[in-house]
């Protein structure tokens, strides 16, 4: 037997969900708050989505797909500078961009330190390359590079939620291009 069709749009609906975990995080958001949010009832978010947890998941999915893509298209720019300068300042336009919540899910949320991870390895990944092509020191230990600037964009999501502006990210995300040290100097 078929169920009665969704009286709602499941991707806005997931969106907004995801805008609400984002802006008070998985432990301080209820379901009232979800079903309010999304403008659904509790009986059809649990039919669309599962519980809160599963919610969770596939909203965190979401954004983080986004954030990779993000990354990905910054590492691919010649050089190492060029593309941590990139990843740095689309951080602190997406952290201060008055249609979002300030600051970052990922960057902040407990519950995604795996997706923090991820994060790392591809600023890891690029340093190495940056190394292996000489645009880097030799001597550059891109392992504490990499946990460096996942740090900063941490600090910049953190200067975001508490009311920073993108000029005060951008003063942050050039100050963090200077520690990167440049081939043969």
Same mark, same amino acid.
């Given at each position: 037997?078929?169920? /009665? ?5 499941r991707?806005?609906a %997931?969106?907004?969900? *995801?805008e609400q ?6 432990e301080r958001?209820s379901l009232a708050? @979800?079903?309010?949010a999304?403008g659904?009832?509790?009986p059809?978010l649990?039919?669309a989505?599962?519980? &809160?947890?599963?919610l969770?998941e !596939?909203?965190?999915?979401l954004?983080?797909? /986004?954030?990779?893509?993000a990354v990905d298209?910054?590492?691919? *720019?010649p050089?190492?500078?060029e593309?941590?300068?990139?990843? *740095?300042?689309d951080t602190?336009?997406a952290h201060?961009?008055?249609a979002t919540?300030?600051g ?6 407990p519950? @995604? ?6 994060l790392?390895? &591809?600023? &890891?990944d690029? @340093?190495? &390359?940056a190394?292996?092509d000489g645009?880097l020191a ?6 504490? %590079?990499?946990?460096? @600037?996942v740090a900063?964009? /941490?600090g910049?999501?953190g /200067?975001?939620r508490d009311g920073?502006?993108l000029? !005060? *990210? ?5 100050t ?10």
């Amino acid at each position: 037997m078929a169920g /009665r069709p969704r009286s709602f749009d499941r991707d806005v609906a %997931l969106g907004a969900a *995801l805008e609400q975990f984002w802006r008070s995080g998985y432990e301080r958001t209820s379901l009232a708050m @979800l079903t309010s949010a999304m403008g659904v009832t509790p009986p059809s978010l649990y039919a669309a989505f599962g519980d &809160k947890h599963r919610l969770f998941e !596939e909203a965190s999915a979401l954004y983080f797909a /986004r954030t990779c893509e993000a990354v990905d298209r910054a590492a691919a *720019l010649p050089s190492a500078h060029e593309a941590i300068a990139r990843m *740095l300042d689309d951080t602190a336009h997406a952290h201060t961009d008055a249609a979002t919540p300030a600051g970052c899910l990922m960057l902040t949320e407990p519950r @995604l330190e795996a997706q923090r991870e991820v994060l790392y390895a &591809k600023i &890891k990944d690029r @340093l190495d &390359k940056a190394v292996r092509d000489g645009d880097l020191a030799p001597a550059a230990s891109t392992d504490h %590079l990499a946990a460096f @600037l996942v740090a900063v964009m /941490r600090g910049m999501s953190g /200067r975001a939620r508490d009311g920073g502006t993108l000029e !005060e *990210l951008l003063a942050i995300a050039e100050t963090a291009i200077h520690a990167l040290p440049r081939a043969g100097g």
